[in-house]
């Protein structure tokens, strides 16, 4: 079993920043790929961004030269650095970890951008 923790959300205002953090625990599982995924009311969730082990990464278009997703392995945890903040990235942002057959959620982190 994996377990993840997020932290780092807020009420922030357009143009302004905010760091997610999403440190993740349990024994007897390599991670592979984590990610951020964003769910705002009335959407599906969709994803944001994705890290592999190896450190590649990939972006939703809306996102794209705004936010950064990086990972520091030997402390289990996974970043979202979010630059540039619109409205419209106003939502629950989750954290996910995947194991080779598994992918593990956070309970999720409100992120609101309002003036």
């Known amino acids: 079993q994996v377990q993840l923790v997020e932290s780092g959300g807020g009420l922030v205002q357009p143009g302004g920043s905010l760091r997610l953090s999403c440190k993740t625990s349990?024994?007897?599982?390599?991670?592979?790929?984590m990610g951020w995924s964003r769910q705002a009311p009335g959407n599906q969730r969709s994803l944001v961004a994705a890290?592999?082990?190896?450190?590649?990464?990939n972006y939703a278009d809306s996102v794209k030269g705004r936010f950064t997703i990086s990972r520091d392995n030997a402390k289990n945890t996974v970043y979202l650095e979010m630059n540039s903040l619109k409205l419209e990235d106003t939502a629950v942002y989750y954290c996910?970890?995947?194991?080779?057959?598994?992918?593990?959620w956070g309970q999720g982190t409100q992120v609101t951008v309002s003036s």
């Open positions: 890290i592999t082990s190896g450190g590649s990464t």
């Open positions: 349990g024994s007897g599982f390599s991670i592979n790929t």
């Open positions: 996910n970890a995947d194991t080779h057959n598994m992918r593990y």
